[in-house]
């Protein structure tokens, strides 16, 4: 049985997702997110300009007369959402934790798709493949897979990034849109994301909270790494402990973006203190804008 509380949040989700899908991105949609490329329609005689390169020699031979192959783009496209539900995510000092705006993001990116016919499926991840669940259609299928999400009880508390893209490049064989929505507070993924990025569009989704970067001065302070387990005692109300911890947070940061970058996968940076839909709207009018060019 589903819990009330959780029931609360897929509605909550499912009617602001919905609505913004709808009225904030569905407009970029088909054009920022190709199909699986060209597909055969029909032949009709060769008209002045076709490209002679289209004509269906077998069918010319046979008709006595020239005749083209006529494409038109296989638009129906998969996408993955691939969410990183290690123990991490659980942390959020505004507005709710990164589990909670992992799920959201994963909804209206979901319902975008579905509102255009395409399918989605889910990858959940810790240092394990927590669960997949393969590619369907429709808005039912969309609330599930945030239910999924929501309501995910992971296995394990770390965090392994390399298993989640191995896992979307060897379940998803066919091209794909695929949002990797994580902090990003991993190493040793580099070349999984590499080979992901050479058969899929994979664009990385990080998730920041304003303590990922700061820390408040609360004088001597227990701190708690929420998947290994380990505390530390941190003296914050010293200026030269903050810079620092500021300026690692920071190289952390830079390092994964430097990475996207050097691959040229498209990012998104979307913080618990701040609306999601803008820097996604953003995210779909570049890709929009360098496809018009």
């Not at 407009?27 to 029909?42: D, H, I, K, M, P």
């Not at 810790?126 to 369907?136: H, L, N």
Request: proline letters at 4%; glycine letters at 6%; one cysteine or more.
């Amino acid at each position: 049985m589903i819990p009330k509380e959780l029931i609360k949040a897929l509605r909550k989700i499912e009617i602001t997702t919905n609505r913004l899908a709808t009225e904030q991105l569905s407009g970029n949609y088909t054009s920022v997110f190709r199909g699986q490329g060209l597909a055969f329609r029909e032949v009709r005689e060769y008209q002045p300009g076709d490209d002679v390169r289209t004509i269906d020699w077998n069918v010319s031979a046979r008709m006595n007369n020239t005749y083209v192959k006529v494409f038109v783009e296989e638009r129906e496209m998969t996408m993955m959402l691939v969410v990183d539900l290690s123990q991490s995510q659980q942390f959020g000092t505004r507005g709710g934790n990164k589990a909670r705006l992992a799920a959201e993001v994963a909804a209206l990116c979901a319902f975008s798709a579905t509102k255009h016919n395409d399918r989605v499926g889910l990858i959940l991840s810790t240092d394990q493949v927590e669960k997949i669940v393969p590619p369907k259609k429709g808005q039912k299928h969309v609330m599930r897979v945030v239910r999924e999400i929501l309501g995910a009880t992971p296995e394990r508390p770390g965090t392994d990034l390399k298993v989640a893209l191995e896992t979307l490049y060897r379940v998803a064989r066919r091209r794909s849109v695929a949002f990797v929505i994580s902090d990003f507070f991993a190493e040793g993924h580099e070349r999984a994301l590499s080979l992901a990025a050479a058969r899929h569009d994979v664009i990385p989704v990080m998730l920041v909270d304003p303590r990922d970067e700061t820390l408040p001065d609360v004088g001597l302070a227990a701190f708690e790494d929420l998947e290994t387990g380990e505390s530390v005692l941190v003296d914050t109300a010293s200026p030269v402990v903050r810079a620092h911890y500021h300026k690692r947070m920071l190289a952390i940061r830079d390092t994964q973006i430097k990475l996207f970058r050097k691959l040229g996968l498209d990012h998104v940076v979307v913080r618990t203190d701040q609306p999601y839909i803008r820097p996604l709207r953003d995210l779909f009018a570049r890709r929009a804008r360098r496809i018009r060019r």
